[in-house]
């Protein structure tokens, strides 16, 4: 999850352009994806990754990124969480509706690769209060929106956390991988 200097993960009118990239972290996040075979997405990010990635890798022009993501997108199980949508068009993809604490479990049980969220606040918020997550991977960027989507909003227990892993970049984000203390 990138996230600003001051806990934001998009601004008020839901920029996005703060957010430093570039092949350095493209590259990391490429370890990342790669230990992993499903996506877990909120309705709203979903969308957002349905309307590029199924062709992202077979377009003119397409990026090192755009080729090595859009594959593993592709290939990857993806789960959107939504109590409204009712299809979808991006091939491998499961619609969950109620019950997430359960199903998460037979998720996590099922053999595979782990299992990554990507952006998806308001879904993240929902595992947050449910004790779903085993780890934080956030990318803090140098910046401070002031305003925006928080991602700690309506917490409703404190979550202990240990640093595993941080990464600097030339970027000036800080990559931190928290395990989540149960």
Known sequence: MHVSLDGFVAGPKGEMDWIQLGDEMWEYVETITAASDTALYGEVT?????????????????????????????????????????????????????????????????????????GSPTLAHSFMNLGLFDELRLNINPVVLGEGKPLFKDVK??????????????????????????
């Open 157 to 182: 227990n404190k979550i202990n956390l240990k640093l595993t892993d941080e990464k600097a970049f030339s970027t000036g984000v800080a990559a931190l991988n928290y395990q989540v203390l149960k």
């Open 46 to 118: 979903y969308h957002m990754m349905e309307d590029y990635w199924p062709t992202a890798a077979e377009r003119p022009g397409a990026t090192k990124h755009d080729i090595e993501h859009g594959r593993w997108a592709n290939a990857a199980t993806k789960i959107v969480f939504s109590k409204t949508l009712t299809k979808t068009n991006w091939e491998g993809t499961r619609i969950v509706r109620d019950n997430i604490a359960a199903e998460m479990q037979k998720l996590k049980a099922e053999p595979g690769k782990n299992l990554l969220m990507l």
